[in-house]
């Protein structure tokens, strides 16, 4: 069975501070998938990143940065210089691949907060 | 492109009544799901549509639910006898198939159910 474990449930950071959400999944699958969603205030969850299982390569987009590394089962992600705007619920989220209903397993996501 | 569409946003409803929600996914996309969050938790899957095709129900999903996908495009879930235990946001995804981008869920912004 997949999991996905985030244990950081609520964190605050003052504006600009860089911060890190902390995501470790399980699966017995070689082939997956592993994602991040942002969930505003509004509750749309938006979609920031995918990543394969065979590409271990980090990933850098502007403020936002995944570091993914197989040998511990983790999947962080760095937000650089954090502004009031990246205040939000932040959910990790792990599918299987290639076998058509790649739904999704989250964690319980980590509640953000910047503090102006 | 307009993206995922819930409607309705918010629905208040007496235990034992009847309620249906519908989604309208992104226009190329074949792959419909529909995930259950209560507060403070993650996204749980319920069901999942390939074009017209049902394909699988979460165990979540139980006699009471029901869900389709009549024409491939638009879908309906509809709680019967509704229950508190039901009080939750709904939210509907959806993914091209065939595609590189076929693994990446997005979704709408949820239903709100409140059963009193």
């Known amino acids: 069975a997949q999991k996905v474990t985030q244990a950081q449930t609520e964190i605050s950071v003052v504006e600009k501070e860089d911060v890190t959400l902390d995501c470790v999944y399980e699966?017995?699958?070689?082939?997956?998938?592993l994602f991040w969603y942002k969930q505003p205030p509004s509750g749309e969850l938006v979609f920031l990143i995918r990543?394969?299982?065979?590409?271990?390569q980090n990933e850098i987009s502007g403020r936002y940065s995944w570091n993914f590394q197989k040998s511990t089962s983790s999947f962080n992600f760095t937000i650089t210089a954090s502004q009031v705007v990246d205040s939000a619920v932040y959910f990790c989220?792990?599918?299987?691949?290639?076998?058509?209903?790649?739904?999704?397993?989250f964690g319980t996501g980590t509640r953000l907060t910047i503090i102006p | 492109d307009t993206g995922v569409s819930q409607n309705p946003r918010h629905k208040i409803t007496k235990r034992g009544q009847n309620v249906t929600f519908r989604c309208d996914p992104i226009?190329?996309?074949?792959?419909l799901y529909w995930y259950r969050q209560t507060l403070g938790q993650g996204p749980e899957f319920l069901t999942y549509?390939?074009?017209?095709?049902?394909?699988?129900k979460s165990r979540l999903l139980s006699d009471r639910f029901s869900a389709e996908r009549p024409k491939g495009s638009f879908s309906t879930l509809e709680i019967q006898r509704t229950e508190q235990g039901d009080s939750a946001m709904y939210l509907c995804?959806?993914?091209?198939?065939?595609?590189?981008?076929?693994?990446?869920?997005?979704f709408g912004p949820g239903t709100r159910l409140t059963v009193l």
């Open positions: 990543r394969n299982s065979f590409d271990e």
């Open positions: 995804a959806s993914s091209p198939a065939g595609t590189s981008e076929s693994d990446t869920q997005y």
């Open positions: 699966t017995r699958d070689t082939t997956y998938y």
């Open positions: 549509f390939q074009n017209e095709a049902q394909l699988e």
């Open positions: 989220a792990l599918s299987e691949a290639g076998f058509g209903n790649e739904k999704l397993t």
């Open positions: 226009s190329e996309h074949n792959r």
